[in-house]
C-alpha cells in the first residue's frame, strides 16, 4: 500500500520563477494539505484541500496557490519565487480533516 | 510568542537513557496532541496520538498531556541510536479544520 508520493525530490529555481509541485495521497485518503518546513524548524501550514476545493488557507501569500483533481492528487504552484522559498514542502493526506496525518518525503525546493 | 514552543536541542544521550522531550503551548482550544519522528531527509512520521490529557503508552514511547499546564512530553524509554532523529510536537482542535501546529522539532542523537 503506497503512502503519499511526491514529485520531484529536488527542485532549483531562479528568483522569479513559477514551480509545480506534486502530490498522490495515501490511498483511501481524500484530503490532501501542504506544509513549509524552512531548515531547522517545524512545518508550516501553507493550505488544505477536500473536494476539489480549498477548505483551509495558512498564512502565506497569493503566490502560493494549489488545485486538487477528482483522484485526489494534488498540486501546489508558486509564483515569482523568491529566495526565501527555499524550504522542504511536505504534502499530508488523511480521510477526512485528519488530524491522523500522513506525510510524504517532501520536496526540496532551492532558489538561487 | 509561538503559539507552541519547543527546545530545539540538540539533545545527545548515551544508548539505554530515558529521553524527555517536551512542548508547551498557548492555545486552550487545543485537544489533539500528537508527537512526529523525522528523519534527515524525510517526512514527519506518526508516533503518538493523545486526545485531550492524559496518558498514552506505545512501546517504549509514553506520551503526556497536561492541558491545565499547557504542557506535554513525550518520554522515550531504553533509547537506541536508531531513535535520532528530529521530533516534533503538533497540535489541533475542533476550530483548526484539521490545520497542524507543529512546534520547532527537538534535533535528538543517541550514542551508541
Known amino acids: 500500500d503506497a503512502g503519499v508520493t511526491q514529485s520531484p525530490t529536488h527542485l532549483i529555481k531562479t528568483r522569479g520563477q513559477q514551480v509545480t509541485l506534486r502530490c498522490s495521497p495515501k490511498?483511501?485518503?481524500?484530503?490532501v494539505s501542504w506544509y513549509q518546513q524552512a531548515l531547522g524548524q517545524g512545518p508550516q501550514f501553507i493550505f488544505q484541500?477536500?473536494?476539489?476545493?480549498?477548505?483551509q488557507r495558512g498564512n502565506f501569500p497569493d503566490r502560493f496557490s494549489g488545485h486538487q483533481f477528482p483522484n485526489y492528487s494534488s498540486e501546489l504552484n508558486v509564483n515569482a519565487l523568491l529566495l526565501g522559498d527555499s524550504a522542504l514542502y511536505l504534502c499530508?493526506?488523511?480521510?477526512?480533516?485528519?488530524?491522523?496525518?500522513?506525510f510524504g518525503s517532501g520536496t526540496r525546493l532551492t532558489v538561487v | 510568542q509561538k503559539e507552541v514552543e519547543q527546545d530545539p536541542g540538540p539533545l545527545s544521550v548515551p544508548e539505554g537513557a530515558i529521553v524527555s522531550l517536551n512542548c508547551t503551548y498557548s492555545?486552550?482550544?487545543?485537544?489533539?496532541f500528537m508527537w512526529y519522528r523525522q528523519y534527515s531527509r524525510k517526512g514527519p512520521e506518526l508516533l503518538m496520538y493523545?486526545?485531550?490529557?492524559g496518558n498514552k503508552e506505545d512501546g517504549r514511547f509514553t506520551a503526556q498531556v497536561d492541558k491545565s499546564s499547557k504542557y506535554i512530553s513525550l518520554f522515550i524509554r531504553d533509547s537506541q541510536p536508531s531513535d535520532s532523529a528530529t521530533y516534533l510536537c503538533?497540535?489541533?482542535?475542533?476550530?483548526?479544520?484539521?490545520?497542524?501546529?507543529f512546534g520547532q522539532g527537538t534535533e535528538l542523537s543517541v550514542k551508541p
Open positions: 484541500y477536500y473536494e476539489e476545493e480549498e477548505r
Open positions: 499530508a493526506s488523511s480521510l477526512g480533516a485528519g488530524p491522523g496525518y500522513t
Open positions: 492555545n486552550s482550544a487545543f485537544q489533539y
Open positions: 493523545t486526545y485531550s490529557s
Open positions: 503538533a497540535m489541533s482542535g475542533s476550530n483548526q479544520g484539521g490545520k497542524l501546529i
Open positions: 490511498s483511501g485518503h481524500d484530503t
